[in-house]
């Protein structure tokens, strides 16, 4: 019996020898990289690549939204300054003299600009003061006899078939010296109307004792409509066109 009991711990130890190689391989299997596993790898750090790409991208398009909003506003901010003046073309009315007072005139005020602009379906005549008090203003449409400059009477020229005279009571666009710390208009006395298909001219003329005179120059009558602004203040006549 002994014989036979060596010969089966011969046969269990040889056993075991040829098990360790192969738990030997499986182990090494285990922590063998293969081909697949790079490639999987690959596509996990490629998409996380292009995750940051798609939000990079995303960052210049909210950038690029943001920068087209603001040109849009800086666009309708310099659309031009009577553009500013807030009345709407649609309140145009009729061919009537407007006459709109104010309830104290104890200093003039002092015209600083003048300025024209054509928008859809009006253009506009804006006349901007400095200081003083609002005036009694005065638009109504004249015969060419009725432009004159204050004072002298004498006959001023317009070009057009039709004028509007704007008269401002209590305004003045004379010397600085007359009202320091203003600075009196002085540009032109005949504004050009480049480009509009009513207005042919703005013409100044004249300042007699506080008793400023414009005209408005068109190509026939037309409906308008007057109104006054503060801060600063102004006069805006809006001329209805076709």
Do not use: K
């Amino acid at each position: 019996m002994r014989p036979a009991r060596a010969v089966l711990a011969t046969l269990v130890a040889a056993s075991l020898l040829m098990l360790l190689p192969a738990c030997t391989d499986d182990e090494d299997q285990a922590d063998e990289v293969t081909p697949n596993d790079l490639d999987e790898e690959e596509v996990e750090v490629d998409d996380a690549l292009d995750a940051e790409d798609d939000d990079a991208e995303d960052d210049d398009e909210d950038a690029d939204e943001d920068a087209d909003e603001e040109d849009a506003d800086d666009e309708d901010s310099d659309e031009g300054e009577d553009a500013e003046d807030g009345v709407a073309g649609a309140r145009i009315e009729g061919t009537e003299p407007v006459e709109l007072d104010a309830a104290d005139q104890q200093d003039p005020a002092v015209l600083t600009e003048v300025r024209v602009g054509a928008h859809e379906g009006y253009e506009r005549v804006v006349w901007e003061f400095a200081q003083g008090d609002q005036p009694l203003f005065e638009v109504r449409y004249v015969t060419s006899a009725d432009v004159t400059e204050p004072g002298t009477g004498d006959a001023v020229a317009v070009e057009g078939d039709a004028v509007l005279l704007v008269r401002a009571q209590s305004a003045t666009d004379l010397g600085a010296e007359v009202f320091a710390g203003a600075t009196p208009y002085d540009g032109p006395e005949r504004v050009a109307g480049a480009d509009l298909s009513a207005v042919t001219e703005v013409v100044r003329l004249g300042d007699f004792e506080a008793n400023l005179q414009w005209a408005i120059g068109l190509d026939r009558e037309r409906a308008f409509t007057v109104e006054v602004l503060e801060e600063p203040l102004r006069l805006v006549v809006d001329v209805a066109v076709d």
